[in-house]
């Protein structure tokens, strides 16, 4: 079957469990990986918490690369924020980053068209608007 990765889990449970990040990813079938997940967490009583608040720190944002780059291709990725969601701006801006990680990783192969550009925002406009109006 094919795998959903989610890396900032990968990143929490390496730390609260002690393990080396990469040594995991380097032992998956990255060639089922069919979408990547990142994420924010809290670090609560000496322990992460996944709990999808905040921006994704750097330490996921590397094994995010490193994955990428271990995969040798572009996954479909997805930011996981379920609470304390911001302002659209800021949603759209840790988008703009997990894309200039890609770029890193991969080259120009990951660079976005303008059209993919623009149906990403409007796909992350529309949940934020979701998000918002369930809270309410």
């Given at each position: 079957?094919?795998?959903?990765?989610?890396?900032?889990?990968?990143?929490?449970?390496?730390?609260?469990?002690?393990?080396d990040p990469r040594a995991f990813i380097?032992?998956?079938?990255?060639?089922?990986?069919?979408?990547?997940?990142?994420?924010?967490?809290?670090?609560?009583?000496?322990?992460?918490?996944?709990?999808?608040?905040?921006?994704?720190?750097?330490?996921?944002?590397?094994?995010?690369?490193?994955?990428?780059?271990?995969a040798g291709r572009l996954i479909p990725?997805?930011?996981?924020?379920?609470?304390?969601?911001?302002?659209?701006?800021?949603?759209?801006?840790?988008?703009?980053?997990?894309q200039r990680h890609a770029e890193v990783?991969?080259?120009?192969?990951?660079?976005?068209?303008?059209?993919?550009?623009?149906?990403?925002?409007?796909?992350?406009?529309?949940?934020?608007?979701?998000?918002?109006?369930?809270?309410?």
């Open positions: 079957c094919d795998l959903l990765l989610d890396v900032n889990n990968v990143y929490v449970n390496c730390q609260n469990h002690g393990g380097d032992r998956l079938p990255l060639s089922r990986v069919r979408q990547l997940h990142v994420a924010g967490h809290t670090p609560m009583d000496g322990v992460i918490i996944d709990t999808h608040i905040g921006p994704v720190i750097d330490e996921v944002w590397a094994l995010y690369r490193y994955t990428l780059q271990r990725t997805l930011i996981e924020w379920d609470h304390e969601i911001p302002a659209l701006p800021e949603v759209l801006a840790e988008v703009a980053r997990a990783a991969l080259g120009a192969s990951a660079r976005p068209t303008a059209e993919a550009k623009a149906r990403v925002e409007a796909r992350v406009e529309a949940r934020v608007e979701a998000k918002v109006e369930d809270r309410s």
